[in-house]
Nanobody, 126 residues
Framework: QVQLEESGGRSVQAGGSLRLSCTISGPPYSRDCLAWFRQRTAQEREGVAGIDSKGTTPYADSVVDRFTISQDDDRQTLYLEMKNVKPEDSGRYYC????????????????????WGQGTQVTVSS
């Protein structure tokens, strides 16, 4: 069983920066692809970025050159560095894990991920 817990969400002004963290436990073979999704109000969860054991890091087009996903060496902590944030980056950010490798298509739907955290709220004010 994989467990994930996010932290780091807060209110920030547009143009600012923040870093989200996700602590992860469970067998490595069950969590090869780690990812960040976000949900803005009633919308579906949107894939933001992913990272797998091979170093593949797909990103959503809307966050390229602003967000960076990374992990520590033992893959038990996942990070999302967010820079130059915009009001449209507001939402609840979720950490997700799945046994398979990451790819851009995998970020297109939350249904491809088996394990989820409870989320952390990010609010960007203009």
């Amino acid at each position: 069983q994989v467990q994930l817990e996010e932290s780091g969400g807060r209110s920030v002004q547009a143009g600012g920066s923040l870093r989200l963290s996700c602590t992860i436990s469970g067998p490595p073979y069950s969590r090869d692809c780690l990812a960040w999704f976000r949900q803005r109000t009633a919308q579906e969860r949107e894939g933001v970025a992913g990272i797998d054991s091979k170093g593949t890091t797909p990103y959503a087009d809307s966050v390229v050159d602003r967000f960076t996903i990374s992990q520590d060496d033992d893959r038990q902590t996942l990070y999302l560095e967010m820079k130059n944030v915009k009001p449209e980056d507001s939402g609840r950010y979720y950490c997700a894990a799945d046994p398979g490798f990451c790819s851009p298509w995998k970020l297109r739907s939350s249904s491809y991920f088996r394990y989820w955290g409870q989320g952390t709220q990010v609010t960007v004010s203009s």
